[in-house]
């Protein structure tokens, strides 16, 4: 099981970025998948989810500005980003679990045993 993460970079504030997660050594459509993120001081908090039904859920922060999608062509999980802000700063992370509820809020960052390596967003006033 492999998952890596690509895409984060500098923007300014209102900028967008596209972020991947390429995943290998299982289906992605096939697990809850979910982009974490986390800046420094702070604990990891789950930003969107894609269930295994295909439904999506997002924090609050994120609603109206993130798109989570997934593309089984190329096994890939994705997470568009938009109207960035500065607080949207961390480092963002895929992870992977076997739960079906799949759900914003209910996605305790131990119950994923499988992350990537994370990818750096940063967001300049």
């Known amino acids: 099981v492999r998952l890596e993460e690509s895409g984060g970079g500098s923007v300014q504030a209102g900028g967008s970025l596209k972020l991947s997660c390429v995943v290998s050594?299982?289906?992605?459509?096939?697990?809850?998948m979910v982009w974490f993120r986390q800046s420094p001081g702070k604990e990891r908090e789950a930003v969107a989810a894609?269930?295994?039904?295909?439904?999506?859920t997002y924090t609050d922060s994120a609603k109206g500005r993130f798109t989570i999608s997934e593309d089984s062509a190329s096994n890939t999980l994705f997470l568009e980003m938009n109207s960035l802000k500065p607080e949207d700063t961390a480092m963002y992370y895929c992870?992977?679990?076997?739960?079906?509820?799949?759900?914003?809020?209910?996605?305790?960052?131990?119950?994923?045993?499988?992350w990537g390596q994370g990818t750096q967003v940063t967001v300049s006033s």
């Open positions: 992870a992977r679990n076997s739960w079906v509820t799949c759900e914003i809020g209910r996605l305790p960052p131990a119950a994923f045993p499988y």
């Open positions: 050594g299982f289906i992605v459509s096939s697990y809850c």
């Open positions: 894609f269930s295994r039904a295909g439904e999506t």
